[in-house]
């Protein structure tokens, strides 16, 4: 069963986006009215039954959007085909296609309807997923007029948070009459509220949504450098939605050829959760957007340019260098001889050499580059006559550490390890003592072979 009750005019609007579209970057809208005619808009609300009061709306905000010659417009009716005693929850028509219509045919169409049957929102809501033209780089807009919520145990909350998960841009407007605080409260996962006191507000809240639709909200991401200017750049960023946490954009930040951040456009009355996907993130929480209005938002992002590099012969396959952060996190995992920018900072850096090469308190410096050389691996070649356990330990420290532990089932093996003093321990598998353990002390050099026999 419909966990909400009923209220009087629900107004929803989320931008319906195809994979294709791209309405961020778009003035044009096509917009999709849905509209209730079930038998509950038969009551009376003020002066006059409910229908009429949502056709006003309907009309008012049409000739306001018929005129705008990048905007497309449709009506689908839900709830007037079968009589409410039938439960009919499929209910719903496009009654008036996409196209540019004028406003007698749209009232002689609309003032035919009657309201009686079900209210099957959530049903209609899918049905006019596929209404929309397949233009790309256009909004695709739902606003829905309605005295009352899902009857046909549709869930208003769950229908949006499923929409947004799967790339479907969703929020909601409410405009409830005579609603309690519970009430208030059940709808707060659906959208922003307003309350009708009587007929005037209509044409408040009207006038508020028609300039959300039209004028296109907007904000700019300002990056700054450690000089507090904002000329960082080149990295993606991505929108989410701060409620359901899905992602709404990703954004490649550019600056113009005039140096400024680029302006992005997107959906307002929502809060956004944005990570900029510098090495480390950065995030931004709760950026409120207002609708019609451009924002700006600046964050500390300076950055310098870390690069690891081998000199000499380079023996390595697909060398990596993990770059660790102040709190021994993983930043990112970096190939040799390649550059990339890190927000300026102090890090820890471990090139996964054979031994391991490790590097402290590596310092970011803004704009500029941090070269750091590794000088280029030996080869070390260990032949035994007969097989057994081979061990080789790193001899330059205070105690020997083990470096690598060679296949006992074969007899030569070449080992690609740093320039370094070695020692080499080596037993018989078979038929030997531990007295009779071998050793060798070896000198290893970039770029050079040593052979060690046993």
Known sequence: MPIYKKLVFLFLIFPVFASAQNPAKSDKANILFLLDASGSMNDVWQSQKKFESAKKVLFQMMDSLTHKSNIQTAVRVFGHQSPRDQKNCLDSKLEIPFGKHTMAEIQQKINSLVPQGQTPIAYSLTQSATDFPKTAGTRNVIILISDGIENCDGDPCETSNA????????????????LKEAEK?????????????????????TNVLITSVLNPTSIQINLLNDYNKPVETDVVMTFYDAQTKSSNYNFYHKLTPAGFPDTLKIEADKAYE??????PPISIDNVKLVPGKHTQKAVDAGQGTLQVKITGLMKYNNLKIIVDGKSNEIINVQDINTAKKYLTDTYSLDVLTLPVTHFDNVEISQSKIKLIDIPAPGSLIVNSSKLGHTIVYSADGPRLEKVHTFNPAILRETLIIQPGNYLVVYREKINANSFETKERA????SSM??????
């Open 449 to 454: 072979t040593t052979n060690v026999i046993f």
């Open 442 to 445: 070896v000198k290893i050099n």
């Open 185 to 205: 409260k059940l709808l707060d996962c659906v959208g922003k509220m307003y309350e009708l006191d009587d007929e005037k507000i209509i044409n408040v809240v």
């Open 163 to 178: 929409l947004q998960r799967n790339g479907i841009f969703y929020k909601p407007y409410i405009l409830g009459l005579g």
């Open 274 to 279: 944005v990570t900029v996907h510098t090495l």
